[in-house]
């Protein structure tokens, strides 16, 4: 009765949802005895049929495991897979691999271990890697081992899959299950942790290994240490591959020169490039490209042209690689010819030119300011049939804005659009941006709706570019009602947008606004990062507020965000400054445990924090030590140790660091030049310090009024007070304001070669410019003075000196105290 009540509503159902087929059927025929009756007769044939049906496929099925069982009893194991295969491919009888395995764990219990390693060997054979590891995991509840063979395909073809993580994991099965892994299964689960960026997991494993790891264990393992930059370790993995007797090839080598190439340490690189050498392990294509990137990234182009020769002796065609390091290299030497020359040999080689080639040889022309330069060498380019896409020009429209020639950046925008080429929305933002550094923000805001009356959109990047605009303009409120439009028109604002605001709030000294919006974006996911904190960290180590800083450094290790190097250098380089260099310092060794390294950022802070401090004997001890770590110093070093040093006059020292400055081929700016021109005047050879204000000029590095207070202390060193006041003269000649330090010099100078006159006249004006000289500049110009009998002149600088805080009587008594000395 239930039946024929439900099929009474379906019958019912479907008349009235057949609205399209309808003709009208009498109620009372749904409600008659006889037409229910044809309706379960008719449903009670489908459901034979149906029946009939599975029973067929049913006995097909055990027909089939009948011939499969048969077949494993007879030993016919090509027989038996073809089967299996055919079952498991066909999905027809069964609907997988693991449905066979139960099927066949019934049918015949007694030959399970023969049919489970089948069933494991065609599901690896058969590339099916997912019902492969079920089959294991089944084969493993019933304690059968599959053969070490198979399961090393089917870890291979994991890795193959790039299935990192299901790789570890089968191989801890294999070992759970009490299976010993050979060589090649640990290389693979090696492999697949070195993958996923767990190099701890792979040296334990390698460690695990029964039998010795071999090369490709070696070399997976540096591949993933030097991608990581962690080449101090990865040298230390040669040097044990080597103790352990296992011979190197040509991928060992090629992966350690690259990576020392790729962290800029060269010399080592071309060491191993020697061992290659002298290990017989020849070259190819590889090894010469990661050394040629290696000197073209560090601009030794004439270095890289030799290495070149000596790839076309050894029988190497540069690749497409080899001339974008060549593009770049040269496109960073700021060298037109060079860029043209190599575009012509391009073409005569038949490399083809693609946008990535080209937008490096115009991209670094375009950022030295070389206009000219990269319109000739597309106009060439073009001559020779390369046609111009929108990211050369969107190079070319960045590099006008770069130059600040707007009017040129938007008739190229013209030209792109007379050959058919539609500017994006990326071609618009170079020139907002320029805008933005210009602070014409008005003319930024026109060009954003000329945008979009031309259809383009503006994107996030837009919106942020204003963003920043406005608020290196202090134009805060502007700022937030861009996010606003952002949101209205349906972009949602990112970490750069929030960011960009809180680092012009952090640059502009308003730390307390910056952290009530960093307040308000804790809990938005993915906005905050590292980044954003960095800058309020850093931010709050410039004006000294360490504690605040400190304060958010742990905040962002309890939101789970970890620091960076940034963050501890932010940090190290506050506590230097507040002369608490042992902290400093303990915190520099400290962020090892962090998997950072200390750079030559944190070095440089120690050695400012030590001189700052006055013990240069630690600052060198930085310096020394940073050298060994293969960190190479730069302006910033040399600057803060020629400087600190030149304060306590060790000029040996100072001379020794200027030669290293040299050798590295450093060129010296006015800051070092104004130190290494002080130490040499106030306790060097006066001479040197003129030699090198002439350095100085010769090459274009205008003196500023540090230098000309350094000269003239040297002349009066050497007695010349005439060429000392004729400087003075030069100084506001070129329109620089003399300072209380100039006037020192010049009191000074005359007071200790006894022209008490003379500095009795640099005093007044001295006095009359609102300076006043040191106190004991001042005791020794009125001694001077009453010894000369000039009592009057005398007496008024006392009088003067006590309406500024200085009393005659402490200037007698001092003046005493100095006598009996």
């Known amino acids: 009765m239930a039946k024929q009540v439900h099929l009474l509503r379906v019958f019912t159902l479907n008349a009235l949802q057949n609205t399209q087929n309808y003709s009208p059927v009498p109620l009372c025929r749904f409600f008659s005895s006889q037409y229910v009756n044809e ?11 149906t029946a009939r049906d599975e029973l067929k496929e049913e006995q097909g099925l055990h027909e089939q495991i009948r011939k499969l069982r048969i077949y494993i009893q007879q030993g016919r194991s090509e027989s038996a897979q073809t089967l299996a295969k055919s079952l498991i491919l066909s999905k027809t009888l069964i609907t997988s691999p693991t449905e066979l395995f139960r099927l066949l764990s019934l049918s015949c219990p007694s030959l399970n271990p023969s049919f489970s390693n089948l069933l494991f060997s065609v599901c690896v054979e058969s590339n099916m890697p997912t019902e492969a590891t079920e089959i294991f995991l089944l084969m493993k509840e019933n304690r059968i081992s599959p053969s070490l063979v198979s399961l090393n395909r089917l870890l291979e073809t994991l890795v193959s899959l790039r299935k990192y993580k299901e790789t570890l994991n089968l191989f801890s099965e294999i070992v759970d299950s009490g299976i010993s892994p050979d060589t090649f299964a640990y290389n693979k689960a090696v492999q697949s942790a070195v993958k996923l960026g767990d190099l701890k997991t792979a040296i334990e494993l390698m460690d695990r290994i029964r039998w010795r790891p071999d090369s490709f264990t070696y070399n997976v393992v540096i591949s993933g240490l030097c991608k990581e930059k962690r080449m101090e370790d990865a040298g230390n993995m040669f040097a044990k591959m080597l103790s352990k007797k296992v011979r190197p090839n040509r991928i060992t080598y090629n992966t350690l020169i690259d990576g020392y190439c790729k962290v800029g340490n060269l010399d080592k690189a071309f060491g191993f490039r020697e061992r290659m050498k002298s290990e017989g392990v020849a070259p190819n294509l590889l090894t010469f490209n990661s050394l040629l990137s290696g000197l073209c990234r560090a601009q030794r182009m004439e270095e890289a042209k030799g290495l070149l020769e000596e790839m076309n002796d050894y029988g190497f065609v540069p ?3 080899t001339y974008s390091s060549l593009s770049y290299g040269i496109s960073s030497c700021d060298n037109s010819d060079d860029s043209l020359a190599l575009c012509e040999t ?13 937008s490096i040889l115009l991209n670094g022309l375009c950022k030295g300011g070389k206009m000219m330069e990269a319109e000739d060498i597309l106009k060439k380019l073009r001559d020779k049939g390369f046609v111009p896409t929108g990211v050369i020009y969107n190079t070319i429209v960045d590099g006008y804005c770069r130059v600040g020639d707007v009017k040129k950046a938007l008739s190229t925008i013209e030209q792109m659009e007379s050959i058919g080429l539609k500017p994006s929305c990326i071609t ?18 026109e060009l954003v709706r ?14 942020n570019i204003l963003i920043g605009g406005y608020g290196r303009d202090a134009q805060f409120e502007r700022c937030f009602q861009i996010l606003e439009e952002m949101k209205e028109k349906g972009h949602e604002p990112n970490s750069v947008s929030y960011g960009s605001l809180i680092n012009c709030f952090c640059k502009k000294g308003k730390l307390l606004e910056a952290e009530l919006l960093l307040s308000d974006i804790t809990n938005r996911d993915g906005l905050l990062n590292v980044q954003i904190y960095n800058m309020l960290i850093d931010g709050y180590c410039k004006v000294g507020k360490l504690k605040d800083a400190f304060r958010l450094f742990h905040a962002m290790k309890e939101t789970g965000i970890s620091p960076s190097l940034v963050t501890y250098n932010s940090l190290i380089n506050g506590l230097g400054k507040e002369g608490n260099v042992s902290k400093a310092e303990e915190l520099a060794c400290s962020i090892t445990s962090d998997g950072f390294k200390p750079d030559v950022i944190t070095y440089n802070s120690l050695i400012y924090g030590y001189l700052h401090i006055g013990n240069a004997k630690k600052a060198l001890e930085q310096y020394e030590k940073m050298k060994r770590l293969c960190l190479k110093p730069t302006l910033i070093t040399y600057h803060s140790l020629i400087s600190g040093l030149s304060n306590e006059g060790t000029v040996q020292e100072v001379e020794k ?3 290293e400055m040299l050798e590295q081929n450093l060129a010296l700016d006015r800051p070092v030049y104004n130190a290494l021109i002080r130490c040499h005047a106030k306790y060097g050879d006066v001479r040197k310090a003129f030699a090198l204000h002439q350095e100085m000029l010769d090459k274009g590095i205008c003196p500023d009024r540090t230098t000309f207070n350094s000269l003239i202390m040297g002349h009066f060193r050497e007695g010349r007070v005439q060429e ?20 020192s010099s010049l009191v000074e100078g005359h007071c200790k070669l006894k022209e008490f006159s003379g500095a009795y006249v640099w005093y007044r004006d001295m006095f009359e410019k609102g300076f006043v000289p040191s106190t004991y500049t001042c005791k020794e110009l009125i001694d001077g003075l009453r010894k000369e009998g000039r009592l009057q002149e005398a007496e008024l600088l006392c009088c003067e000196l006590a309406e500024k805080g200085v009393s005659e009587w402490n200037v007698n008594e001092d003046l005493s105290a100095v006598a009996k000395m």
């Open 39 to 49: 309706k379960l007769e008719q449903c009670k044939e489908e459901e034979v049929t």
């Open 319 to 321: 690749d497409g690689f």
């Open 346 to 358: 391009m073409i005569e080689n038949g490399i083809p030119l693609n946008d990535y080639t080209c």
């Open 428 to 445: 618009f933002n170079s020139l907002i941006n320029r805008y933005c550094e210009m602070k014409q923000m008005a003319e930024a805001e």
């Open 450 to 463: 000329e945008m979009e009356g031309r259809g383009i959109p503006p994107n996030v990047e837009t919106y």
């Open 657 to 659: 660091l200027y030669q």
């Open 724 to 743: 000392a006041n004729q400087l003075f003269t030069e100084m506001k000649a070129k329109g620089l304001v003399p300072s209380a330090v100039t006037y």
